[in-house]
Every structure is written in structure tokens, then in C-alpha cells.
């Protein structure tokens, strides 16, 4: 018999977030365990709950969804992305710049299918978000993984982005504030990567999904008003900040020098039409959200849930022997290190699928976010704080039972 194959074009394309070890406790679910989920920064379902002006909102406009919209998106959407970007110090962008897709995650799918070539090279960072590495490889191209260094709070570095350009590189990715290391960037880290991209003409893919949530005295400096010589895009989106992930609301801005990249522009707009639109009911939320109160400031301040129990995942994480942790300055992670002259991990995907049988808790090894050094786990902070402190305690059993 004649097996039905997946293309080849997947072969090189893995999100291990959502991989074996998720299987694995999908199997334990329908099996009638209950599994702590620490594996996605889904806020909703832990209890962050999105403002109600913006589901009474989407409510009562309901019936003005019914149709497809434009394939870039409703106008007060854009509209309001447009004002929120310029008053975050964007210059020379305008309506034309704006597109709206279901989530973040769709724009990164089209927009590096739009501008890859097989055998393109994009500079992605190490560790990634997945998405990233998998949309290049599934576009043709090839990610090549730039140094994000832990023992530099994990700020991308400049050296090793340097040495990997090469003549076929076509664009840089930057991840700010970061998932999964919860590094926000400072100017001058942000101002050389703006310089190297300028210099080759590199296009800037800004991916600031969690602009909104900083702690301490993180400033968020969005790469779309550094960059002026080269084509930058920006995205964003409601998952995260707005707590609205179900939805699938995201966009992307085009700025800096758009007239080099007008063929690619115009790529980007017929994979746009091709989909027709974005979910249009979650196109509605976006007005509401980005001009209403932005109340993810009460979680991150001190005394919000966010903070408070990032205070708690970290001050817990680093009292177990041989694990330490940058502090996250922003994002709903921690990415902590196990050191391996206490713990030698031969392969840490292992590790976490016999965290999760003996536990019950689904945690996500280093290695899926590009990172293979066997030394490192994301987790999730977004619990209440005994779920918290459960998760981690029991964590703690495990790691020293274990080695
Ligand atoms: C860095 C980053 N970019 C993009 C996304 C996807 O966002 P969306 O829900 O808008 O598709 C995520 C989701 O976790 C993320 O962490």
C-alpha cells in the first residue's frame, strides 16, 4: 500500500513547543489525569482574564463582523495601531503600513514566505521562539542562530551577529522582550543591530509581542524607530498584554525604508489577499484594546499578579542547588539553567517527558526553543502562587531524586 507522506517541505520544520512531550500529555489526559500545563503563555485559561470593555465591545459590534474585510484589515484597527505606533515614536508610517492577521503567528508564516528564497539565510536568535526557525525552514530558507548570551543578562551578541552575515542572509530577527529569556534589550544593543541590518540591508523583523509587560525599570524601545535605512516589520498583537490569545489578533508594521522593499511589500500583500482576512470579530477588539485603560499595568507592577509571581517562580527556581536564572525584565517566562556539573542532562527532551509522567507537569526543554546545550527548561509564571510553588517544589523532588 501507498503511504500518505507529509512534503518535504516540513523536514526541517519542528515546534517542539507543541511536540512529543505535549503528546505525551495529551495521552495522560484522556487517560483522566489532571497535568499542570506550564508549557504556553496562554493567560487566559490561569485566570487573567481580558477587560470586559473590549469583550462588550466585540459583543455589540458583532453583527458588523459578518462579512470578509479588507485582506489587510478594518480601518479603526489600523487606524488605531497607526496612532498607538507614532506615539511610540514610529515616523513616516501610515495607514498602507498596517496589516492585520489571525495572530502574530500567521504574519510570521507569510511574511517570511514572501521574502525567502530556498537556501536565503535569516538570522534568528538562540534561544528562539520557534515559530521563527520553523516558518523560515518552511519558507525554504535557512535559520541561522545568532548568540543571545546568558551571562550578558542574554543580550543578543553583536560579534556573533556580525560574523554570520553572510551574502545570502536577507533579514535579522530580534525578539524584544525576549521569549524565552525575558531579556528587554538596551538602546545601544538594539542601536547596533539596527546598524549591522543598515549596512546590508537587511530586513528587520521586530517580533514585540510583550512590549507591555516590563517589570522593574525595563523601557521597552521598539525597533521601529531605529531603523530608517532598511525595511522594518514590526508585530504585535492582543494575546499576550490584552489576554485576548483565543482570539488570534495580530498585526505587523512596515517602516524605515520602504521603497527598497516594494516588491516584497507588494509579495506580502497578495499572501494577505490569498486568505482574504483576518478573523474579522477579533479585528473589533483592537480599537477598544489599544485605546482603552491598559490594565496589564496593575499585573506588572508591584503587588500585580505578574509580578508577584515572577518575584515568586524566581526566588523558588534559584534556592534548588545548581539551578540559577537571569531574572526576566519582561514576558511571562523563566528560561532557568541547570548547572551540568549537578545535573548531566544527556538530553533534556528526555528529561522533561519523565518530569511530566512522575509529576504531572508539562514544562518545556531548552532544546525546543533552539538552544542545545541540555542545560535549560521554560516555564510558565502565569499559575496562582500555590500552583506555583507546587510546581516547582515537586520539581525539586524530581531534579534531586533524579541526580
Ligand atoms: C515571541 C512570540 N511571538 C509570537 C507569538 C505568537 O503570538 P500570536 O498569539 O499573536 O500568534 C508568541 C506566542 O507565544 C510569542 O511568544
Known sequence: MKLINKSQKLEDVCYDIRGPVLQSALALESQGESILKLNIGNPAPFGFEAPDSILNYVAEHLHDAEGYSHSMGIIQARSAILSHAMSHGFSNINLDDIFLGN???????????ALLDNGDEILVPSPDYPLWTAAANLAGGKAVHYICDEAADWTPDIDDIKSKVTTKTKAIVVINPNNPTGAVYPLEILQEIAKIAETHQLVVFADEIYDKILYDDAQHIPMGSLIEKTLCISFNGLSKAYRLAGFRAGWAITSGNKALAKSYIEGINMLLSMRLCANVPAQLAIEP??????????????KGRLYEQRELGYSLLTQIEGISCVKPKGGIYLFPKLDPKRYPIKNDEQLIHDFLMQEKILLVQGSAFNLNDNQHFRLVFLPEKDQLTHAINRLAHFLLNRF
Open 103 to 113: 495572530g502574530v503567528s500567521e504574519l510570521i508564516v507569510s511574511t517570511t514566505q
Open 289 to 302: 484594546a489599544l485605546n482603552g485603560k491598559q490594565c496589564i499595568d496593575d499585573l506588572r507592577l508591584p
